[in-house]
């Protein structure tokens, strides 16, 4: 009888065990499954974290090198607009760094990935070249201290005083050879047997105001009238007449066929913030630091003078120029017109010699408006003495003194024959100056276009860049990452989650652009 109670009690118990084990069991394996799970998590976040940065990583790297541009070619050299190739290449990096089988044994956290996407991304074009500014701005902020960043914008802003109204000017001698047309054909009514002219119509007011003539009579013998002296040169000047003897021109040229503002560009889904006032000026610093120009030459594969390409658009050197010389003829045509009129001697001159042209009994307005025109004849003579000097590396002022000034009255047409110059002042403005004042006055959305082109262009005759296009460069992205986890623990459970297994996303920001860049 003893024998058989402690069998039963035997066979109680041992039941009693296993299920108080397999209890213990399951919940060792849930609770090792739920760390595995913590673990998994902890080692997706790394695995997302390093395939950012692998995306970072891939930047095209003669962009950097040549222009200290950070983006990444989305088509990876080919002729594509999509984002496979870097797809691929990110779900590849995933796997690299999440594979379970290690050198020592098998990793039980076994996290595979299993999709990667870019659901959000950003190109170099996007915005009208908003981000290619804030990014060429943050690089030359790396390099300009914030005294000359202070320097650069004062000087901006004196420029902004200079207007550009050539058609002013041109308007000016017209009405004052119009004014002369009139006057004679006043004199001739008047030589007309009973002939009235308004000249005799006013009597003792004209009269009066004659006599009352602010302007001193000199002897101008042949004089030229410098309304005639501009017009016949205007508009026909060629590059020479404008240049040092004996410099040679650029005869470079590029296609401006597929160029970003002809072409249908790609354009990415992120939103990007428009250039701060800052930001421009440092562009524009950038643009004069890392592009070739007329008056800082540097090797090149395309044109020679790039920054004028930026101001002209043109595809020939010798064109761009020829505009960019002219923007600075319109110039100091205004500012020459301002220090006449500011000069009493000069506009005391002006008007004695519209005297001399019209006639001491012109009627005074005539000749008011033809000292206008005077005027503006003799600031065009003076301000191709300017160009002149500042296209042979010298400065002139932006309004100048008496002192400063080059040009009389009595020599305009042989100082524009003979190639004379300006004279040169230590504090004046350079090229390099007007330049600056042109390109800031230039709308962003060309600036940022015309600078991409120049760098697409050069970019594209290096071996194995033929595809290469600015608006296929990311500086920005969001990459999607997928993964997924077998249950490795046996786990006796009804819910589905356990059984199945797992699955995690991710997103990771991928850009190269500062929140802050001015």
Request: aromatic fraction near 8%.
């Amino acid at each position: 009888m003893m024998n058989i109670f402690y069998k039963k009690r035997s066979g109680s118990v041992s039941i009693f065990l296993a299920m108080i084990l397999l209890f213990t069991l399951s919940v060792v394996f849930i609770l090792a499954e739920g760390i595995r799970q913590l673990a998994i998590k902890q080692e997706t976040k790394i695995i997302s974290h390093t395939s950012r940065d692998y995306l970072e990583s891939i930047y095209q790297k003669n962009l950097w090198d040549d222009y200290g541009i950070l983006a990444v070619d989305m088509s990876l050299g080919r002729d594509s607009d999509n984002l496979s190739g870097i797809e691929k290449k990110l779900i590849k990096s995933m796997e690299k760094n999440g594979n379970p089988y290690i050198d020592d044994g098998i990793d039980f956290i076994r996290a595979i990935p299993s999709s990667c996407s870019i659901d959000d991304y950003g190109l170099l074009t996007d915005n009208n070249g908003s981000a290619f500014i804030r990014l060429a701005a943050q690089k030359e902020f790396e390099t300009i201290p914030l005294k000359t960043v202070d320097e650069l914008m004062n000087l901006v802003n004196k420029g902004k005083t200079g207007a550009t109204a050539d058609d002013t000017m041109m308007q000016d001698i017209e009405n004052g050879e119009k004014a002369l047309q009139d006057i004679e054909k006043e004199k001739t009514k008047s030589k007309e047997p009973n002939g009235k002219s308004e000249l005799a119509n006013s009597s003792e007011k004209t009269d009066q105001e004659q006599s009352k003539n602010k302007y001193t009579e000199k002897q101008w013998g042949d004089t030229e009238d410098p309304m005639k002296t501009a017009k016949d040169q205007k508009g026909k000047e060629t590059l020479s007449f404008f240049l040092p003897k004996g410099k040679k021109v650029s005869d470079k040229v590029m296609s401006t066929d597929n160029i970003l503002e002809k072409r249908i560009i790609e354009k990415g889904t992120k939103e990007v913030e428009s250039p701060s006032a800052i930001n421009r000026v440092m562009f524009n610093e950038y643009i004069m630091d890392r592009m070739s120009s007329y008056s800082d030459e540097k090797e090149t594969t395309g044109l020679k003078y790039e920054v004028e390409y930026i101001l002209g658009g043109s595809g020939s050197d010798g064109e761009n120029l020829k505009k960019i010389i002219n923007q600075i003829l319109i110039f100091r045509e205004s500012e020459n017109v301002l220090a006449i009129f500011k000069d009493p001697i000069k506009n005391g001159d002006a008007g004695s010699l519209a005297i001399s042209i019209a006639g001491a009994s012109a009627n005074p307005i005539l000749i008011e408006a033809v000292k206008t025109g005077i005027i503006a004849g003799w600031a065009y003579a003076e301000s191709v003495l300017d160009v002149r000097a500042i296209m042979d590396g010298k400065k002139v002022p932006l309004i100048k003194t008496q002192t400063e000034w080059t040009s009389e009255l009595t020599s305009l047409p042989t100082l524009l024959r003979d190639g004379a110059q300006a004279k040169s002042v230590e504090s004046g403005l350079s090229y390099e100056s007007y330049i600056r004042f042109l390109m800031y006055f230039k709308a962003e959305k060309t600036a940022a276009y015309r600078t991409m082109d120049i760098i697409e262009n050069s970019l594209s005759q290096l071996e194995g860049m033929e595809n290469i296009r600015m608006d296929r460069l990311l500086y920005s992205a969001r990459i999607r990452m997928e993964y997924k986890a077998d249950t490795i623990f046996p786990i006796f459970t009804d819910v589905p989650e356990l059984i199945k297994g797992y699955a995690y996303q991710r997103d990771e920001e991928m850009t190269y652009l500062r929140k802050k860049t001015g």
